[in-house]
C-alpha cells in the first residue's frame, strides 16, 4: 500500500436538516495511531462508520480512501483491509468467549483448524484463556471489551476502528486497553481511535483531531495542541543564591520566587524556545541547578477549542500550569 492509510476530504454526513460531519479532512500515516477526540454527540461514531463503510456519507463529500482502495467505488475491499470494534459491544452474551471467536473466524471464512488455531491464539494474547468456555454475559467490562477486540482480530485486519474502547471501563482495565492499543501499532497496524478523553488520546496517540460543531477545530501531536493555549512555562531553580540573583538580571522578565530561587519564563515549550533560554543564561556564564518544562495539558485546549461559540473571538483562557514535567 502506497499513501495514507486513511485519506478522507471534506467528509460530509446530514441527517435531515442536522448537519453532524461539515467537511472535514483526516489523514492517517499507516502504522500510527490517530485520535478522534470529541464529546459526547460531536460524530465520532458516524465518522468510523463512514470509514467503515457501514453508512455513505452525503453526495458533497469528497472522495475517500482506506487501506488505499476509494470507499464509494471498492467497499468490498476497504472491508477486507479494516477491523471494527464499535462502540456496543459486538459480543454475543449467550454464547462463551470461544464461540464467539470461533463464529468470527467463520465468518472470515477459516478453515475450521485454521479457526481454531487464531482462536486459541487471540484468547491467550487477551487473557481470556480461563474465561473462554464461560459465557460472555458473566465477562466484566474489561473482558468484554478485550473480547470486543480479539474478535475484530480475527481477520488479522491492517486497519482497526476502535469506537470508545474504554468508555465505562475501571481505570486499570483502561490501562490494560492502552497496553493493547499500544502493542497493536507495534506490530504495524493503523489504529483510528475515538475517545472522549483528552487523557486518552494524550497517551496514545501520534496525532489527535478535536472535533467539535461538526468540523476539526484543532489537529495536531498532543504537545502541538497543548501550544495553542497559553499559560506554559519553562522554571529555572538554582541552588546557589548568587547564580540565582545573575540569572535574574539576565533574565529580566522571569517571574521571580525567591524563596524557592526559581525563575519562570513564559514559555511554549519548543525547543527553540528552551534553547534561547538556555542560550542567555550561558552566555553569562550561569548554569541553572534545574530547569523543568510546564505547558498546559490537553483539558486546557479542549476547554479552549470547544467552550463556546464565543471562543474563536476571545482570547483563551490563560490555563492553569500543570506541575508535572511533560
Ligand atoms: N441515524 C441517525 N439519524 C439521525 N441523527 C443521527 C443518527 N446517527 C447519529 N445522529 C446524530 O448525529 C450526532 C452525532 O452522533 P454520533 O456520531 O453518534 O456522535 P458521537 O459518537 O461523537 O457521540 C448526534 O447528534 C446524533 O444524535
Ligand atoms: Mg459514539
Known sequence: M???AIAANSLRKSYGDKTVLDGID?????GTIFSLLGPNGAGKTTAVKILSTLISPDRSSGPVHVGG???ATHPQAVRAAIGVTGQFSAVDGLITGEENMLLMADLH???????RRVAAELLERFDLVDAAKKPASTYSGGMKRRLDIAMTLV???RIIFLDEPTTGLDPRSRHTMWGIIRELVSDGVTVFLTTQYLEEADELADRIAVLHDGVIAAEGTAQELKRIVPG???RLRFTDPAAYRSAASALSEAVRDEEALALQLPSDGSQRALRS???RLDSSGIEAGELTVHTPDLDDVFFALTG?????TQPAQPAQPKENVR
Open 308 to 312: 463556546g461559540a464565543d471562543v474563536p
Open 2 to 4: 502506497t499513501g495514507p
Open 26 to 30: 483526516l489523514t492517517v500515516p499507516e
Open 69 to 71: 482502495h476509494d470507499l
Open 232 to 234: 506554559g512555562h519553562v
Open 155 to 157: 481477520g488479522d485486519p
Open 277 to 279: 533560554v538556555l542560550d
Open 109 to 115: 471464512h477459516l478453515s475450521r483448524r485454521e479457526g
